[in-house]
């Protein structure tokens, strides 16, 4: 598959074109087919989408160091000390970032939390490449992130096979109407509802609320992005999210624990 993406007009255009680069200079490192080796070798995937089915709205808790649009959110960051507390506290799964250029991120993250904790683990990635997949099965992920707006249908659908067939579950993002009628189309089973316009970086959850609507029932739904306490947890609940997956509130909250058994206590009950 060649290593390519889906201008959006948006910051993902400069992350993706970089992230082009990166993979070929990965590959050349270190060759597809040792890295198809070790995921070979990697211990088995745990079941993220049965982690997001519960009772209360599921918390997909996530370690972040930065973002492009905020620097760094935490001075101490360590991730396996932020990733046991999120499982320890009641978080259904863990969401690593892993891009080093944007979000000093990094894949030994996400591997070192994936080995101190019993909870899936998702690789937060922008993945245009299959080799990103396989580096993310070696590294014993869970799950993996796709979003809709960066591939073209064939490259989503291919990439999204290779995950489930490396027993992983994919993660399928999207933010309006359209790409939610790709992923539907794709069949995927859980879908994440970006709340954040990436070209004005303005923050809807009503976006969630809009969405929702057009998702089947067998299909796990993840609200992303603006969700700020654990009211704003409920609120999704009540539109449909079975999970909600949360990053700087957490991380900035001064009492990470305290903040997850909150945002995981929110019952799931949809307004009829």
Avoid: W
């Avoid at 890295?35 to 997909?60: E, K």
């Avoid at 683990?121 to 993945?127: A, D, G, P, T």
């Amino acid at each position: 598959m060649q290593k390519t993406f889906v201008k959006t007009d948006t910051v993902l255009d400069k992350i993706l074109a970089h992230k082009v680069e990166e993979v070929a200079a990965q590959e050349a490192k270190i060759p597809l087919c040792d890295v198809i080796s070790r995921a070979a070798d990697a211990s088995p995937p745990r079941d993220f989408a049965a982690a997001l089915r519960r009772d209360t709205v599921a918390l997909i808790a996530e370690v972040k160091k930065a973002s492009p649009s905020k620097g760094v959110l935490i001075e101490d960051f360590d991730p396996v000390r932020i990733g046991t507390a999120y499982a320890a506290n009641g978080a259904a799964a863990i969401s690593v970032l892993t891009d080093e250029q944007f979000f000093q991120g990094s894949l030994s993250y996400m591997q070192a939390v994936r080995a101190a904790v019993d909870v899936p683990v998702l690789r937060k990635e922008f993945v245009i490449d299959p080799y990103q997949v396989y580096e993310a099965r070696a590294a014993a992920a869970d799950a993996v992130l796709l979003i809709v707006a960066a591939l073209a249908d064939a490259q989503l659908a291919d990439l999204h096979r290779l995950i489930l067939e490396l027993g992983m579950t994919p993660l399928v993002e999207v933010h309006n109407e359209d790409e939610m009628a790709r992923a539907l189309d794709l069949g995927a089973s859980v879908i994440g509802i970006n709340n954040r316009d990436l070209k004005t970086f303005h923050v809807d959850l009503g976006v969630t609320e809009r969405l929702a609507k057009r998702v089947p029932a067998q299909v796990t739904l993840v609200a992303e992005s603006g969700i700020m306490n654990a009211q704003d947890v409920y609120q999704l609940g009540q539109l449909g999210a079975h999970a909600v997956l949360v990053g700087e509130s957490l991380v900035k909250s001064g009492d990470i624990a305290s903040s997850v058994r909150a945002y995981s206590s929110q019952q799931r009950e949809p307004l009829t």
